[in-house]
C-alpha cells in the first residue's frame, strides 16, 4: 500500500493556498507573453505582497504561491543568468527584487512560501538547445532555492513544454539536494499532481494512490524514468482556480469576478474532497490586490469560518474532547472501539437531540488511505437512518445532507484495506 513521505503530509495539511500571477503581462493585459516584452515595463507604483499575505492568512490560507518566471520568461528577481529580469527594470532604480519582498511577506504573516518557474521560456535565447538551457534553468532553481528561505512548493507548470525533454533527473535531485522539504508539483519526480481542470473541481471521490503512470501521466516526457517505472504512487492533488477569468489582472475581465456561494462551493469541491486548493488573484499594476478582490475573498473566508469554525461535535484523536456551547461531544473511546471491532464503526454522541447537516471526517494517513467506503449514519429517535454514503475520505471529507435533529451520529466503514483509522470527527449545522 502505497504511503506519504512527511513533507507529502505536511504539504496536504497546508489545504488552502493564495496563487499570485505577477509580471510583464500584467501591465500589457495578457495572458502568455510572447517574451518580446520590454522589462521597462514592470514597474508597480505600490508593490505590497503583505497586503496579499495579511489577506490570504485572514481567509484562512496557509500558504502562498508566486510567479518567480512565467512562460515570457521574465524573472521577477535580480538573476545572473539573464538580463531579461528586474535589474533591467526601473522599479527601485534596478535594484528591486519582488521574489524577496513576496517571501519575506509570507514569513511575517505565517505562510508557507511556493514559488512558480516556468520550465518553458519564450524569451531566451537558449531555449532551442536543450543542453544549454538546462543549465539556464537549473542556475535559476538554484538561486530561488537558496535565497529566499524555506519553501513548501516548487511548482513546475508544463504548459508550453509538450515534445520537450528537461533534465529533470539533475533538475529534481537539486531540489531535494537544496530544499528536501519543498514538494514538487507537477513534472519531473512530482510529490503531488494537477487535479486536472482549472475550476478548482475535484471527481468524488478522489483517492490519493496514483496506480498506473497512465491514470496521470500524458506526456511521459515530462517525468524522469525511474519515477515512471516505480508506480503506484502517493500524489494527492491540487486544484487550481482563478477568482476572475484571467490569472493575471487586467482591465478587460473586471465583471468576471466569481460570487462568495460560487467560491464556497470551489472549497467544498477541492478542500472538502481531499484535496488542496490553490485560489488565484492577480495583483494589479500598483502590485495590489484590488479592493473587489480583497472583499470577495474576505467573504469567502467569513462564511467559511461561520459554517465550519465552531461544529457542534468532534473528537480528535490522542486529545480531549471538543465543546461547542453546552454540547458535550462524546469521546475518544469511540476511536478505540472502532479500531478492536471487526465491524469498524466510529460514534459521536449528545446530550440531546441536535440539529446536525454536515460531517467533517479526516483519515489518519501516516499509513496510507484504508477506508474504501463509509456510510453517515445519524440517531434521530431510536433507530439509526442512513444520511450519506462516500468512499475516498483522506485528508479532509466534506459531507452535507439534510438538516435532522440526532442524538447521535457515526461512520460506519463498509470496506476498508486493513483497519480503518480516523484522526478527526466533527458534525455541524450550517
Not at 489577506?55 to 512565467?70: D, I, P, Q, S
Not at 538554484?142 to 509538450?162: F, H, I, N, Q
Not at 487586467?250 to 477541492?270: A, H, M
Amino acid at each position: 500500500m502505497a504511503a506519504p513521505l512527511p513533507r507529502q503530509l505536511t504539504f496536504q495539511d497546508l489545504e488552502f493556498g493564495l496563487f499570485c500571477h505577477f509580471g510583464p503581462n500584467t501591465f500589457l493585459d495578457q495572458e502568455w507573453g510572447t517574451g518580446a516584452e520590454d522589462p521597462a515595463i514592470v514597474n508597480p507604483t505600490d508593490f505590497d505582497p503583505r497586503q496579499w499575505a495579511r489577506a490570504a492568512r485572514e481567509t484562512g490560507m496557509r500558504y502562498l504561491v508566486f510567479t518567480a518566471k512565467h512562460h515570457d520568461g521574465f524573472c521577477n528577481w535580480p538573476t545572473d543568468t539573464t538580463d531579461h529580469c528586474l535589474k533591467s527594470s526601473p522599479y527601485q532604480g534596478g535594484k528591486g527584487d519582488l521574489v524577496e519582498q513576496v517571501a519575506e511577506a509570507a514569513r511575517a504573516e505565517g505562510l508557507a512560501l511556493g514559488l512558480y518557474l516556468s520550465p518553458w521560456d519564450r524569451h531566451d535565447p537558449r531555449y532551442p538547445d536543450p543542453a544549454a538551457y538546462d543549465e539556464v534553468y537549473l542556475a535559476q532553481w538554484r538561486e530561488l532555492l537558496t535565497r529566499y528561505g524555506p519553501l513548501c512548493c516548487c511548482w513546475l507548470d508544463g504548459a508550453g513544454s509538450e515534445g520537450r525533454v528537461y533534465a529533470w533527473p539533475r533538475i529534481i535531485a537539486q531540489i531535494r539536494e537544496l530544499q528536501p522539504d519543498a514538494c514538487v508539483f507537477s513534472m519531473g519526480e512530482p510529490d503531488y499532481r494537477w487535479v486536472g481542470n482549472e475550476d478548482g473541481l475535484a471527481p468524488d471521490p478522489t483517492w490519493n494512490v496514483v496506480p498506473r503512470p497512465q491514470d496521470y501521466l500524458n506526456h511521459d516526457q515530462f517525468f524522469t524514468r525511474p519515477f515512471l517505472e516505480s508506480f503506484p504512487h502517493w500524489m494527492p492533488a491540487e486544484c487550481d482556480a482563478r477568482i476572475r477569468a484571467n490569472w493575471f489582472w487586467n482591465t478587460y475581465d473586471l465583471p468576471t469576478l466569481k460570487s462568495t456561494e460560487r467560491l464556497v462551493d470551489l472549497y467544498y469541491k477541492s478542500v472538502g474532497r481531499g484535496c488542496n486548493l490553490l485560489l488565484n488573484i492577480g495583483p494589479d499594476t500598483r502590485g495590489l490586490i484590488p479592493d473587489p478582490d480583497l472583499a470577495c475573498l474576505s467573504e469567502m473566508g467569513a462564511e467559511i469560518r461561520r459554517r465550519f469554525g465552531t461544529p457542534v461535535g468532534r473528537a480528535l484523536r490522542g486529545a480531549p474532547s471538543e465543546r461547542a456551547g453546552d454540547v458535550a461531544p462524546a469521546l475518544q473511546s469511540g476511536f478505540a472501539a472502532a479500531e478492536q471491532a471487526n465491524t469498524e464503526s466510529l460514534e459521536l454522541t449528545f446530550p440531546a437531540p441536535t440539529p446536525i447537516n454536515h460531517v467533517i471526517l479526516q483519515e489518519d494517513l501516516i499509513q496510507g488511505e484504508r477506508v474504501r467506503e463509509y456510510i453517515v449514519q445519524v440517531l434521530p429517535h431510536d433507530r439509526w437512518e442512513g444520511v450519506y454514503v462516500g468512499t475516498a475520505i483522506g485528508h479532509k471529507k466534506i459531507d452535507q445532507f439534510p438538516t435532522i435533529a440526532a442524538e447521535a451520529v457515526r461512520v460506519h466503514f463498509r470496506q476498508s484495506d486493513g483497519k480503518p483509522k480516523l484522526k478527526a470527527l466533527a458534525a455541524y449545522c450550517v
